[in-house]
């Protein structure tokens, strides 16, 4: 079945125009974790990808295991989505449409060659909202698409000489339209301990941003924008909670609890400690807490992610609530 979403899409003459991918990969036991991230704006010509890979000995872009994002690539006429192999070496294939896709990277001190397989159907926003409103302040803006998909990842890297396998579950997700973000803080917790025993659960904040505190709130997750799968059986997510219940000295998430009910009534309780951190923007004035998580629900354990989105303004306010900046 072909979804035609993993296409470029028909544009309009928006000069913001974005069709962005990204993909993640993990190595729980040596404290690792990864992406691969492209998007592109066709209407510029312009293209930026390449992978990011941290542990624990090292938080920031210039100071992480591997950071090889180019920001400012040419778009390669005649290509797809896909289909592509950008100026820094970043590749990508398509094996089978909307199914798998093969990524090679070969650039100074790293080389990386791994496959990514879906294991779950895109869990499409659209279909499952109705409420138009909900959207705003997940994603962007209510006509941008977006849909989310849990995978494998497998395959190897290379930095510095030394060889990493991988082999784990995977969250990627497709976006297409005009690009512009709404100043809000959210999250995007997920996690997956089988093929058939996962969540995605993203959260926003629900005060403004002028008086958001960030510190001891609880945020909404969103109805329709994430899953709770359990016992083979996947159903949306239509209301909950996330509460970030530890934070460290300088704000970064350490402990997340999730409170949600799906449309089948069934309860999900998870709770997540980060176990690595990447500071992150990629886009605007957007900061990220990227970690590395480890989870437990229904009284297993598994791995997936945290990520903690703060506007700059917000986390300005943070650090000088926390003594970090002097306002």
Not at 304 to 318: A, K, N, S, T
Request: hydrophobic share 35%; aromatic share 14%.
């Amino acid at each position: 079945m072909s979804y035609g979403h993993d296409r470029f899409h028909q544009r309009t003459d928006n000069p913001y125009w974005n069709e962005s991918a990204w993909f993640s990969f993990m190595i729980p036991e040596r404290n690792l974790h990864g992406m691969l991230y492209m998007y592109y704006r066709p209407n510029m010509k312009l293209a930026a990808a390449g992978p990011f890979i941290w542990d624990r000995s090292g938080e920031q872009i210039y100071d992480c295991l591997y950071y090889g994002f180019d920001p400012m690539l040419s778009m390669p006429d005649n290509v797809e989505m896909f289909d592509v192999s950008l100026p820094n070496s970043y590749t990508v294939r398509t094996i089978e449409p909307d199914r798998s896709f093969q990524f090679t990277y070969k650039s100074g001190r790293c080389e990386l060659d791994m496959t990514f397989a879906t294991v779950l159907e895109p869990h499409i926003k659209a279909e499952t909202v109705k409420d138009e409103e909900q959207l705003r302040g997940w994603w962007s803006q209510v006509d941008v698409g977006h849909y989310d998909q849990l995978g494998r990842m497998r395959g190897s890297f290379v930095v510095d000489g030394e060889r990493y396998d991988v082999d784990c579950y995977s969250m990627r997700d497709r976006s297409w339209g005009p690009r512009k973000l709404l100043p809000v803080r959210l999250c995007y917790p997920w996690a997956a301990a089988a093929d058939d025993h996962s969540f995605l659960a993203p959260s926003v904040s629900q005060t403004p941003l002028e008086t958001d505190p960030v510190l001891d709130t609880v945020e909404r997750v969103m109805a329709g924008s994430g899953w709770y799968m359990r016992d083979g059986i996947k159903s949306n997510l239509v209301d909950g909670t996330l509460r970030t219940i530890e934070r460290g000295p300088d704000g970064r998430p350490l402990r997340q609890v999730i409170e949600a009910v799906d449309e089948l009534g069934r309860d999900l309780r998870a709770t997540g400690q980060t176990r690595n951190l990447l500071k992150l923007s990629v886009y605007g004035n957007w900061f990220d807490w990227y970690s590395l998580a480890e989870w437990e629900f229904d009284g297993i354990r598994a791995y997936g992610e945290i990520e903690d989105y703060h506007p700059f303004d917000i986390y300005r306010r943070m650090q000088v609530t926390l003594g970090n900046a002097v306002a």
